[in-house]
């Protein structure tokens, strides 16, 4: 079984910086693109950030240049640090991966974490 956990969302002021972990455990074989996603309330889950397992990456238009997003394969583990934070950025953050797992190595599913809430105050 895989699973992805997430931890560090929060309360933050306007301007304030979070850094967001997701680690995967469990029967991996090999994990894929990695990334977060983001749900505010009465709105669609949309894409934040994504990064490939060579490290390539893309943003959304409305994050670039203050949210970065990185990894660390030894610890299948995928990182958001958000800076310059706005109320806009108030919504709950999942993480999701690409992994192939032990049980079906020629195969890849999509997973997805629990979300951690961030909220931005003004």
């Known amino acids: 079984q895989v699973q992805l956990v997430e931890s560090g969302g929060g309360l933050v002021q306007f301007g304030g910086s979070l850094r967001l972990s997701c680690a995967a455990s469990g029967s991996i074989f090999s994990i894929y693109d990695m990334g977060w996603y983001r749900q505010a309330p009465g709105k669609q889950r949309e894409l934040v950030a994504r990064i490939t397992r060579s490290g390539n990456t893309n943003y959304a238009d409305s994050v670039k240049g203050r949210f970065t997003v990185s990894r660390d394969n030894a610890k299948n583990t995928v990182y958001l640090q958000m800076n310059s934070l706005k109320p806009e950025d108030t919504a709950v953050y999942y993480c999701?991966?690409?992994?192939?797992?032990?049980?079906?190595?020629?195969?890849?599913?999509?997973?997805w974490g629990q979300g951690t809430q961030v909220t931005v105050s003004s």
């Open positions: 999701n991966a690409v992994i192939s797992p032990l049980v079906a190595a020629g195969r890849t599913y999509d997973y």
